[in-house]
């Protein structure tokens, strides 16, 4: 099950150090938008696993870019660290070494 964008939200806060109460409600509107997206592909894909996949890659991409946009160059380093740590899990997962 997926996290709610607020919980994304605190998540992000918890290992990104000074965001502010305005940059939290930007990277909210980010994150509801990006599920709302993400549900549209589903639907879109009709089952099929590979191109939501690859949907989702590319989806996953621009959300970062819009989170990264709106963090300052310090966060935004942090984040890109925690977006780096995501995609090993996520590698180590698809080759299974969990």
Do not use: C, W
Not at 28 to 46: H, I, P, T, W
Request: charged share 25%; net charge positive; aromatic share 4%.
């Amino acid at each position: 099950m997926r996290m709610s964008p607020k919980v994304q939200v605190d998540t992000l806060k918890a290992h990104v150090s000074g965001i502010t109460d305005d940059q939290a409600a930007k990277i909210l509107a980010v994150y509801e938008g990006a599920g709302k997206q993400r549900d549209s592909l589903m639907q879109a894909a009709n089952g099929d696993r590979q191109a939501m996949m690859s949907g989702f890659m590319k989806m996953q991409t621009v959300t970062d870019a819009k989170i990264s946009a709106i963090l300052t160059a310090d966060q935004a380093a942090a984040y890109k660290k925690m977006v780096d740590q995501r995609m090993a899990r996520m590698r180590a997962r698809m080759q299974g070494n969990n």
